[in-house]
């Protein structure tokens, strides 16, 4: 049972958008999807709260925030999302369960530099080294200096870009009615559906 975990210390890099639309993604393959949220703001747990019935089951996993156990038996793929400010003891909780680490990053010198830092304590985990750890770009416009200092900075960790998610209003007029882009007809969503091809294609490795 792979166990995703979002994770970025920064807040407001989008560990929720991602985290629900892994799950979606998941859901749409036909798994048995728990999400989990440790974050004290809830999103995610708010978002499953909207998901209408007629869109494909995704099962809330009730996690104790301060001390996060292993999931429950009976499904195929957990995803978790993780709080801002997430290192230490916590940090060393979340990967002993996790088989894959996607971070989140913005391109902004702020997150850039916050995620550096954190990048840096994976490196140093030694449960991390038994982890798959792969980067999204968030709200990146390819065509601006930003992105490209995102993807110069990417470059120097070693680790793999997985892909890059546009900032357009699909994400959250979705992220309203409990649904992703891999609820919708795929016309509606083809560029983001193109955006998540390397993605998923790494998720499902």
């Given at each position: 049972m792979?166990?995703?975990?979002?994770a970025n210390p920064k807040g407001?890099?989008?560990?929720?958008?991602?985290?629900t639309?892994?799950?979606g993604y998941?859901?749409?393959r036909?798994?048995?999807?728990?999400?989990?949220?440790?974050?004290?703001?809830?999103?995610?747990k708010l978002?499953?709260?909207?998901?209408?019935d007629?869109?494909?089951p995704?099962?809330?996993?009730?996690v104790?925030?301060?001390?996060?156990?292993k999931p429950?038996?009976g499904?195929?793929?957990?995803?978790?999302?993780t709080?801002?400010?997430?290192?230490g003891?916590r940090?060393?909780?979340v990967?002993?369960?996790?088989?894959k680490?996607v971070?989140?990053l913005?391109?902004?010198?702020?997150?850039?530099?916050a995620?550096?830092?954190?990048?840096?304590?994976l490196a140093q985990s030694?449960?991390?080294?038994?982890t798959?750890i792969?980067?999204?770009g968030m709200?990146?416009?390819?065509?601006?200096r930003?992105a490209?200092?995102?993807?110069?900075?990417v470059?120097?960790?070693?680790?793999p870009?997985?892909g890059?998610?546009?900032n357009?209003?699909?994400?959250?007029?979705?992220?309203a009615?409990?649904?992703?882009?891999f609820?919708l007809a795929?016309?509606r969503?083809?560029r983001d559906l193109?955006?998540?091809q390397?993605?998923?294609?790494?998720?499902?490795?």
């Amino acid at each position: 049972m792979p166990v995703i975990v979002v994770a970025n210390p920064k807040g407001g890099v989008g560990k929720s958008t991602l985290s629900t639309q892994i799950a979606g993604y998941f859901a749409s393959r036909g798994q048995s999807v728990m999400l989990g949220d440790a974050d004290r703001q809830l999103s995610s747990k708010l978002w499953l709260s909207l998901r209408p019935d007629s869109a494909r089951p995704i099962t809330s996993w009730e996690v104790d925030r301060d001390d996060i156990a292993k999931p429950p038996k009976g499904t195929t793929h957990v995803v978790l999302d993780t709080p801002a400010g997430l290192h230490g003891k916590r940090l060393k909780d979340v990967l002993k369960l996790a088989h894959k680490v996607v971070v989140p990053l913005q391109a902004s010198v702020f997150d850039i530099f916050a995620t550096k830092d954190f990048l840096d304590e994976l490196a140093q985990s030694s449960k991390a080294a038994k982890t798959q750890i792969g980067i999204v770009g968030m709200r990146v416009d390819e065509r601006t200096r930003a992105a490209e200092q995102l993807r110069t900075f990417v470059e120097s960790t070693g680790l793999p870009v997985l892909g890059y998610v546009r900032n357009t209003q699909n994400y959250v007029q979705l992220a309203a009615r409990g649904l992703t882009v891999f609820d919708l007809a795929p016309e509606r969503v083809a560029r983001d559906l193109a955006q998540w091809q390397p993605i998923c294609e790494w998720l499902d490795q």
